[in-house]
């Protein structure tokens, strides 16, 4: 099975201005891509102040842009009909919910002073929708690097990713981290964002040895985030790290959880030990990276899958199965590690292969996956790619 070729994002900037003519008659002056992430380590941290290791997939949301004569903003994205959105007010939530983006993002500049002049706006997409690859920070970092454009500024990066995370917070309602933003935002080619989440410092770690491939496996089975599962998550780490009395996840010890552990209850106690292993592991994991030690880097990421499925219980059978059926090919079989990424609850799994067999490992992960399951995984090899940028 040949791997799927992600679409060039030339490609995706002339759907996106064709779009904008078929839609609004009207002619592009601003096109801005921002893309997707795919986490190889460090899952449910980011808001724990852990350590995350995503890179910026060569998948993109792209939008093509010009001004109008009206104070309004009006946007469409695919077959949705076009929403209008009012500038002269500072933006609220609304219907339809996809255009909440939108709205949050234009709040962020609103609220730094900014007046944002009426447009007319088209959207388009490499980035599967609902598979734990970040397609909302994709949409935020896109209309935000859009807003820059038509505004003719630039925001600090670090900023505009905090922006569009609070766009995600306030406007779509899913109490995020850092990560996802800041992988959109920050993403270089050839270079992971290993972000120290107490610090909020990013760093680009090289990432361009050509017999590695990372594979990403899109279960297609998909949970909403926004329905109360991620923000338990994130509530239980907080109670948790308050019982335990410290300030910061990085303070606590392995130990000290597992001497709370009555007194944690569960399930408290279990999403504390994920928090402070996984915390554990990432470090371990950049460092293994760092020295080409494969050998440890597989386990790692199994460990940390296994976490996520029982301790902090964001996995489910499909991502288990794909997993699986990645663990079993092994490293005989050219696969050095796998685990599901982002926020679970169905997605995608990120498997990290040697080159020469990912074709291979592909077919068996399809195969195997659509036997066990009945479903048709979309199954795609990814690099590093450049962050949020205009065409
Ligand atoms: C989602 C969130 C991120 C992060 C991951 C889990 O993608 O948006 O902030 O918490 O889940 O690692």
């Known amino acids: 099975m040949p791997l799927q070729i992600n679409p060039p994002l030339a490609d995706l900037a002339d759907d996106a201005v064709a779009a904008l003519k078929s839609t609004f008659d009207q002619d592009a002056t601003v096109t801005a891509a921002a893309p997707g992430r795919v986490n190889l380590i460090g899952e449910h941290i980011d808001y724990c102040d852990g350590f995350v290791m995503p890179f910026a997939i060569d998948r993109y949301i792209v939008i093509a842009a010009t001004t109008n004569d ?3 903003a009006r946007v469409s994205s695919g077959d949705e009909p076009p929403v209008s959105i009012p500038l002269r007010e500072p933006a609220t939530p ?34 599967p929708l609902g598979a ?10 896109a209309i935000a690097t859009l807003l820059e454009g038509l505004l003719d500024t630039v925001l600090d990066t670090r900023e505009k990713a905090l922006l569009c995370q609070k766009a995600e917070h306030d406007f779509a309602g899913v109490p995020c981290g850092i990560m996802d933003q800041f992988a959109s935002a920050f993403g270089q080619t050839n270079k992971l964002v290993l972000i120290d989440c107490q610090s909020g410092e ?7 040895n050509p017999d590695l491939t990372v594979l990403i496996a ?38 000290d959880v597992e001497q709370a552990w009555d007194r944690l209850g569960d399930p408290v ?15 371990a994991a950049a460092k293994a990276l760092e020295g080409n030690d494969f050998e440890a880097l597989g386990p790692l990421m199994s460990a940390s899958h296994d976490s996520l499925r029982d301790d902090f219980e964001v996995s489910c059978k499909e991502l288990d199965i794909m997993v699986g059926i990645a663990r079993a090919i092994g490293r005989s079989g050219g696969v050095i590690g796998a685990r599901m990424t982002g926020g679970g609850f ?18 068996t992960l399809a195969g195997e996956y659509e036997k066990a399951t009945g479903i048709v995984p979309e199954i795609f090899a990814s690099r590093p790619s450049q962050g949020a940028h205009l065409i």
Not at 100 to 127: C, E, K, L, M, W
Not at 202 to 208: Q, S
Not at 347 to 353: F, M, Y
């Open 70 to 72: 009206l104070s309004v």
């Open 269 to 283: 106690n279990r999403r504390s030990r994920h928090v402070v292993g996984e915390i554990a592991r990432t470090v």
């Open 94 to 127: 609304g219907e339809p919910k996809w255009a909440n983006y939108f709205r949050g993002v234009i709040r962020g500049f609103q609220d730094r002073g900014h007046t944002i002049p009426g447009f007319d706006a088209t959207v388009v997409s490499s980035v």
């Open 132 to 141: 734990g690859l970040s397609s909302s920070a994709a949409l935020e970092c």
């Open 218 to 255: 899109n279960t297609k089975v998909h949970h909403e985030l926004s329905d109360g599962g991620y923000a338990a998550r994130r509530k239980a780490t907080e109670d948790g790290l308050a019982m335990l009395g410290k300030d910061s996840w990085r303070d606590v010890t392995l130990a």
């Open 202 to 208: 990013p760093d680009l770690v090289p990432f361009e």
């Open 346 to 363: 169905g997605g995608s799994t990120v498997t990290l292969c040697e080159s020469s067999q990912a074709e291979a490992i592909a077919s």
